[in-house]
């Protein structure tokens, strides 16, 4: 157990629609990075914060967005979903944002579209 | 740009045998490097980082990694393979100033052989 909580575990939704993940990163964690971990494109960064700020970008699409809240939990948001959105979404945090940090991965939202 | 690649999406060993897994890195400044192991239906847990330190690198359950700046490598290795080893393995790349973001290789199947 890492210490990273994701929610829901899975989700089948339909094209069209909007989802919401969460994650709660380990205590004491600052920074929340999200990953999308598809066959095609493998594991790619999206986004991350720090302390309620976005520190980093990555291949994330304008349907899609996330933010962290003052009690350091995080959401993203995909909507307009497309099936290619199908995937595993993976949350990770580490203390801080330095590339000597460890970052910790919760166990991923699987989401399929249909 | 950092990148990474990893040689050989598939790797079968017998168990008891050596398991050598590649990983290769470009990157225009020095980089820190991370082996992550992904099992079936789970997240990703840390086997091991480099951080500039010692360029031997001892991780979890008899992984190690070597570190070599000319060869721009850092290959996973394990002397006698287990059963319990059989999972995906990615190789990381961060740089080590500004933003941590984790730049994955494609990912390695280990598969273990009785």
């Known amino acids: 157990d890492s210490g990273v909580t994701q929610t829901p575990k899975h989700l089948i939704t339909a094209t069209g629609q909007r989802v919401t993940l969460r994650c709660s990163p380990r205590?004491?964690?600052?920074?929340v990075y999200w990953y999308q971990q598809s066959l095609d494109q493998g594991l790619q960064f999206l986004i991350q914060?720090?302390?309620?700020?976005?520190?980093a970008k990555g291949n994330i699409l304008e349907r899609f967005s996330a933010q962290q809240f003052p009690d350091l939990h995080s959401e993203l948001n995909l909507s307009s979903l497309e099936l290619g959105d199908s995937a595993l979404y993976f949350c990770?945090?580490?203390?801080?944002?330095?590339?000597?940090?460890?970052?910790?991965f919760g166990e991923g939202s699987w989401l399929t579209v249909v | 740009a950092q990148s990474v690649t990893q040689l050989g999406s598939h790797v079968s060993v017998s168990e008891g045998a050596l398991v050598l897994l590649r990983c290769n890195y470009s990157?225009?400044?020095?980089?820190?490097l991370f082996w992550y192991v992904q099992y079936p239906n789970q997240g990703l847990q840390l086997l091991l980082k480099?951080?500039?330190?010692?360029?031997l690198v001892k991780g979890i359950n008899g992984f190690e990694a070597e570190f070599k700046k000319s060869e721009t490598s850092f290959h996973l290795t394990k002397p006698s393979a287990h059963m319990s080893d059989a999972a995906e393995y990615f190789c990381?790349?961060?740089?080590?100033?500004?933003?941590?973001?984790?730049?994955f290789g494609q990912g390695t199947r280990l598969t273990i052989n009785p």
């Open positions: 480099y951080t500039s330190a010692a360029t």
């Open positions: 990770a945090s580490s203390v801080g944002v330095g590339g000597r940090n460890t970052i910790y």
């Open positions: 205590s004491g964690d600052l920074s």
């Open positions: 914060y720090y302390n309620g700020e976005e520190r």
């Open positions: 990381a790349v961060s740089a080590i100033q500004g933003a941590q973001k984790l730049v």
């Open positions: 990157s225009s400044v020095p980089p820190y």
